[in-house]
């Protein structure tokens, strides 16, 4: 099956800081990925649609110049979690989509200290 | 808004067969019923779909009922490994289509 993978798995941050997540499609081109997020004991939280090469579609309720969605590529979509707060301490997963359906990242765990 | 119905929690002896039912009684005509699963502290992973005849693979089998109304994911000899929270979602087939996850149903798997 199609593979995606993430970058980094986990990370660490001070409050304040930005943090950037990769995810990436390694054996298919996607033109379209997705962004979720997904806090203890609850289900996945769509953030955004990412679309190569224009501007992200964000769900309501996300605000898009706090988590900023670049896909420059096929194959590479990132978000970066700017000025980020303990609150934004999470699960973050991509998803890329391909003939066949829409296979996962296996998420980055971010923490915000 | 949540288009399916799943029990929070189920268990079930291992090596027996887990059946995991859904409710989606307003699907539309177009809609598949998919299947996925998200293993603790992992990205979902998919198992299974199918429009209106079952499906079987070498995963699970999917027995949608004739009206379409519901659906049950059949795990034929549970493991321990199969132990995750399973999410039925309805969706065209359309790959660039959004996937909303309702809250799942979370199997455990008992030895």
């Known amino acids: 099956g199609a593979v995606v993978s993430q970058h980094p798995s986990w990370v660490i941050c001070k409050s304040g800081t930005s943090v950037k997540i990769e995810c990436r499609s390694l054996d298919f081109q996607a033109t379209t990925m997705f962004w979720y997020r997904q806090f203890p004991k609850q289900s996945l939280m769509l953030m955004a649609t990412s679309n190569e090469g224009s501007k992200a579609t964000y769900e309501q309720g996300v605000e898009k110049d706090k988590f900023l969605i670049n896909h420059a590529s096929l194959t590479l979509s990132t978000l970066t979690v700017t000025s980020a707060h303990p609150e934004d301490s999470s699960f973050y997963i991509c998803s890329a989509s391909v003939i066949g359906g829409q296979f996962f990242g296996p998420g980055t765990r971010l923490t915000v200290l | 808004d949540a288009k399916t119905t799943q029990p929070t929690s189920m268990d079930c002896a291992e090596g027996r067969a887990a059946n995991l039912p859904c409710n989606h009684s307003?699907?539309?005509?177009?809609?598949?019923v998919y299947w996925y699963r998200q293993i603790h502290s992992q990205g979902p992973q998919y198992i299974i779909h199918g429009l209106k005849n079952n499906e079987t693979n070498e995963m699970a089998s999917l027995i949608i009922t004739e009206d379409r109304k519901s659906s049950t994911l059949i795990l034929p000899h549970a493991t321990l490994r199969d132990t995750a929270v399973y999410y039925c979602i309805v969706r065209v087939d359309n790959r660039d289509d959004k996937i909303i996850f309702g809250k799942g149903t979370r199997l455990h798997i008992l030895p």
């Open positions: 307003t699907i539309s005509g177009n809609e598949y």
